[in-house]
């Protein structure tokens, strides 16, 4: 090779003219010393790549494969259909395997008790990973930084059953006032669902004072656009979902502005220190250093709340009228119980704390469709550092997936798993085996309030409600965001909506045990 050959200025004339595709001109012809050296450095590159990228031979990391193509690894298998993957993995090589999906390399996970030991015992090191273009959207303020376990607080105080009980009113009100809207109609399952639970996402993050009403109206017709652009392709170009989405977080954050300036201007302490909503109780966080937070930081925790609320609780909604369609037997239960309730509370006034914890089948109810349809399929981690999990090593910079989905349906754990009966909670679940709102440093902080919800939707729906499934009940999909899959229906399920002729009231019980025949 040429000594005196000129290698930087040979790339500042050929990059600018490789990228406009010009390939016109001497430079171009390698000799033949040049085209060997490019061929050793290709191949000791190519070494380089498939030795880093499967150095999981280095460790003693659980059996599995990363696929063949690097980078693709098992992507398209596990996105088609994550839990007839992980059937097959389970399979060939037990409950914890590796695998690689989209470049990330992970340790995939459907024992319970790893999820357990990941997220209790080991969670100091492993941390939330989100990608680059969904932090743009929410920010880093809640997952990434220092104050993560303080503002899960805040969110947990908001949410928690406590503060629920001066706001259950408030509720149920939301909640008959969405369901009145399907009275003698036609609707459309999820959309319908989708409206009740953005109300009520409101009501929680953002309060009722009626002066704030225009801007809180506002703030809802744009969670939904920013919504459906974490899980749009991150493309910022004007008109397309990303980007809509982007400039509706914008929107959002000078709305919340207006907001935080007139509370912190006209609203006297003793209301600020009061007021139940996530807004207010973010306006009072002060943060390790003593400050006040941002309105960026406000805007971003405000912003996962209604990211966290949205699709989860609708999902759930939706999974649970489908149940109900589907079986008579467990539709005539929980009209029983209702009615029972109706008739101890004489249909007085509002529903209160002691009321919901009565519908104990409802309750069952509810966690028989989390364990059936799992809301949340899987949740990550990023290893920080490597991990030993009950002698599974996880490399440090490799993911830690745990399927919750699967455990679900493990036979070996729920008797008859693909059998909907919610009798089967007759007896209490060992926290370890049944994680629906995950466990640890980031279990989900909106459980009661998530519980709450789907109570009063229900006991409100089969109490003064009849309907008629109109066309299929069809099955969900996975609806893969950049966060979390959330099972969706792959059409829209229609009802036809009645109210009830209510029947003389029976004191009846619902039955404690019994497997539903479907219909
Ligand atoms: C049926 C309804 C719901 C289910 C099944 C559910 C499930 C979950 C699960 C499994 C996680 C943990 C994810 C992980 O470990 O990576 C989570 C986190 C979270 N959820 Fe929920 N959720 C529901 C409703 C809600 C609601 C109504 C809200 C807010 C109003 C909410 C807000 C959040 C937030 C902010 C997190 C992040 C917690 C953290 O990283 O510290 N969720 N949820």
Redesign the pocket.
């Known amino acids: 090779m040429n000594p005196t050959f000129d290698f930087r200025g040979h790339l500042r004339n050929v990059v600018p003219r490789f990228l406009l595709m010009d390939f016109r001109g001497p430079e171009w012809q390698l000799s033949h010393d040049q085209v060997v050296g490019v061929c050793v450095a290709g191949f000791f590159f190519l070494v380089w790549f498939f030795w880093e990228f499967y150095d999981d031979r280095r460790y003693n990391v659980p059996k599995g494969s990363l696929g063949w193509i690097p980078f693709f690894g098992e992507t398209l298998e596990f996105a088609r259909n994550p839990r007839d993957y992980t059937a097959r993995r389970f399979k060939k090589y037990g409950p914890v395997f590796k695998g690689c999906f989209l470049g990330l390399r992970a340790v995939v996970s459907m024992d319970p008790e790893f999820s357990q030991l990941r997220?209790v015992n080991g969670a100091e090191c492993f941390k939330?990973t989100l990608p680059r273009n969904l932090r743009a959207m929410i920010g880093d303020t809640?997952?990434m930084s220092a104050e993560?376990a303080g503002l899960?607080k805040v969110?947990l105080g908001v949410?928690q059953p406590e503060t629920l009980k001066s706001q259950i009113k408030e509720i149920e009100a939301l909640i008959l006032a969405g369901l009145s809207q399907w009275e003698g109609k036609t609707i459309g399952v999820w959309r319908s669902c989708k409206k009740i639970?953005l109300s009520i996402?409101v009501y929680?993050?953002l309060g009722h004072d009626p002066s704030e009403k225009k801007i809180r109206d506002q703030i809802s017709k744009l969670v939904p656009i920013f919504n459906e652009a974490l899980v749009a392709p991150p493309l910022y170009l004007p008109g397309t979902l990303y980007y809509r989405g982007y400039q509706a977080r914008l929107k959002m954050e000078s709305l919340l502005g207006q907001m935080v300036k007139r509370r912190r201007q006209s609203w006297s302490e003793n209301i600020l220190l009061t007021s139940k909503d996530l807004l207010s109780a973010l306006l009072r966080y002060k943060t390790t250093e003593g400050k006040e937070l941002s309105l960026k930081q406000i805007t971003d925790v405000i912003c996962?709340?209604?990211?966290?609320?949205q699709d989860?609780?609708t999902?759930?909604l939706s999974c649970t009228i489908k149940e109900l369609s589907k079986s008579a037997l467990i539709r005539k239960a929980v009209v029983a119980e209702c009615d029972a309730i109706e008739e101890r509370r004489f249909a007085s006034t509002s529903l209160t704390m002691a009321d919901t914890r009565n519908m104990l089948y409802i309750k069952k109810l509810f966690k028989e469709v989390?364990r059936k349809h799992t809301?949340?399929p899987f949740?990550?981690?990023q290893a920080k550092e490597d991990v030993d999990i009950n002698g599974s090593l996880i490399p440090r910079g490799w993911y830690a997936i745990a399927m919750?989905s699967s455990i679900n349906m493990n036979p070996k754990l729920w008797t008859n798993p693909e059998v909907f009966n919610p009798s089967r909670f007759d007896e209490p679940q060992q926290a370890k085996v049944f994680a629906?709102?995950?466990v640890g440093?980031?279990?989900?902080?909106?459980?009661a309030?998530?519980e709450l919800?789907?109570s009063i939707f229900v006991y409100h729906l089969l109490h003064k409600y009849e309907w008629k499934v109109e066309g299929k009940l069809v099955d969900e999909k996975l609806k893969t965001g950049a966060l979390?899959p959330i099972p969706v229906p792959k059409e829209e399920i229609r009802l036809l909506v009645r109210r009830r002729k209510m029947i003389a009231k029976k004191q009846m019980t619902p039955p404690s045990t019994f497997v539903p025949t479907h219909r």
Not at 441 to 447: D, L, N
């Open positions: 997220d939330i809640y997952n993560q899960q969110l949410m639970v996402s929680v993050n996962i709340s209604f990211l966290g609320g989860t609780s999902a759930a989390l809301i949340v949740t990550q981690r919750l629906p709102f995950g440093a980031h279990m989900c902080p909106a459980k309030l998530a919800i789907s979390l």
